[in-house]
């Protein structure tokens, strides 16, 4: 989502000295062109420091920073808007298309990724929790794995019970 937020960022940096003549108040023209261009990059850049955090505190596989290809557009779309405080709006000229470029190569990417992870693992890798769901142990199948089995079969046990008496129960 950061990176189609720059998207408009840019466009909106890009847009501060027309904006300000139409009276038109944007964000980018709130915070100025120097911090315009950091928060451009910090856009950027936090998708791929998020990806990566992720997949070295296992919240994601590996496989997800194949995103990592896509980096290089980015530091080189960063560079461009770092030059817009001095060079003005030239400097950023076509920088709102390749971010466009940017984000639909990152998602892309990601989107293999999480194909590959899937296609190259098996659901018993990913979400069996025992290893023969023919004989579940206290191992495989935790208490609380099995607890909520365990009290609709007490409470259909309790109404079938009370049936039996003709017991009305709350």
């Not at 495989?140 to 009305?168: H, N, P, Q, W």
């Amino acid at each position: 989502g950061l990176i189609t937020v720059g998207i408009l960022h840019i466009n909106n940096s890009r847009d501060i000295e027309q904006d300000a003549r139409a009276g038109i108040k944007t964000f980018a023209m709130l915070i100025g062109k120097r911090v315009s261009a950091y928060v451009y990059v910090a856009e950027m850049l936090l998708p791929f420091v998020c990806i990566l955090v992720a997949a070295i505190c296992g919240a994601m596989p590996w496989w997800a920073l194949v995103v990592l290809v896509a980096l290089k557009p980015a530091v080189d779309n960063c560079r461009a808007a770092m030059r817009l405080p001095a060079e003005g709006m030239e400097a950023v000229a076509g920088i709102d298309e390749k971010t466009a470029q940017l984000q639909l190569m990152f998602s892309l990417l990601l989107t293999l990724s999480l194909i590959l992870i899937f296609g190259a693992t098996s659901c018993e890798n990913w979400l069996d929790v025992n290893t023969n769901p023919n004989s579940p142990n206290s191992e495989s199948a935790t208490v609380e794995l099995r607890l909520d089995g365990m009290e609709a079969d007490f409470e259909d046990d309790i109404k079938g019970l009370s049936a039996s008496f003709d017991v009305k129960l709350g």
